[in-house]
């Protein structure tokens, strides 16, 4: 079965810092990796997602994450944190032989400080 | 394209009682999955449901239960309430197969009272 990791509940970074966000997976079998965003009292928001080929992936809101197959990990990242930027963030893993089942890690709470 | 939409926005029941939420999903998607979102908790998976049958459900007792319609439309049951059910429920559809991402709705905020 998959499972998702996501190491630190709360991230805190000051306006204009670098974002890094977590996530390792374990999979059997070549993963989809996702990584969403949940504003407050919202439901969930695609940010980006890999599925094949390239393994940065680019996403909206100047987001990106990549794919390290040997390290088994799908990190989010973003140069420059903006203060609308805080918000809980949610890595998710499917398989790719059994329809789409998603496994969520247990999120990450991002504050910004101005 | 409209997204999946959930009824009622929210919902305030006392323990002991049901309640029923529905979902439904963006115009070409057969699955549908429910979650569990209660304070502290995170996402919690409760139910697939694609074509009509249930795929998988999560750890859950069985008094959480739900079905799919022919349009693919979907229902979640909670019976027997208990103060603990307080949560935001999330319905998201997707397309059957492996690489879709999921669709979110907006969720339901359940209050057991």
């Known amino acids: 079965a998959q499972s998702v990791t996501q190491l630190g509940s709360h991230v805190s970074v000051s306006e204009g810092a670098l974002v890094l966000l977590r996530c390792n997976y374990s999979?059997?079998?070549?993963?989809?990796l996702f990584w969403y965003v949940q504003y407050p009292n919202q439901g969930l928001q695609l940010l980006l997602k890999?599925?094949?080929?390239?393994?940065l992936v680019k996403g909206i809101n100047g987001f990106e994450a990549e794919f390290k197959k040997s390290e088994t990990s799908f990190h989010l990242t973003k140069p420059s944190a903006h203060m609308s930027d805080a918000a809980e963030y949610f890595c998710?893993?499917?398989?790719?032989?059994?329809?789409?089942?998603?496994?969520f890690g247990t999120g990450t709470s991002l504050t910004v400080i101005p | 394209e409209a997204g999946v939409t959930q009824s009622p926005t929210h919902l305030i029941k006392t323990r002991g009682q049901q309640a029923t939420l529905r979902c439904s999903p963006i115009?070409?998607?057969?699955?549908v999955y429910w979650y569990q979102q209660a304070l502290g908790l995170g996402l919690q998976f409760l139910l697939w449901?694609?074509?009509?049958?249930?795929?998988n459900r999560g750890n859950f007792p069985p008094r959480f239960s739900g079905r799919q319609f022919p349009n693919y439309s979907s229902e979640l049951n909670v019976n027997a309430l208990e103060l603990e059910d307080s949560a935001l429920y999330l319905c998201?559809?997707?397309?059957?197969?492996?690489?879709?991402?999921?669709?979110f709705g907006p969720g339901t905020r359940l209050t057991v009272l």
């Open positions: 449901y694609d074509e009509g049958e249930e795929r």
């Open positions: 998201a559809s997707s397309r059957w197969t492996g690489g879709n991402e999921q669709f």
């Open positions: 115009s070409g998607h057969t699955s």
């Open positions: 999979s059997s079998v070549p993963p989809y």
């Open positions: 890999y599925t094949t080929g390239a393994t």
């Open positions: 998710a893993v499917s398989e790719t032989n059994t329809g789409n089942q998603f496994y």
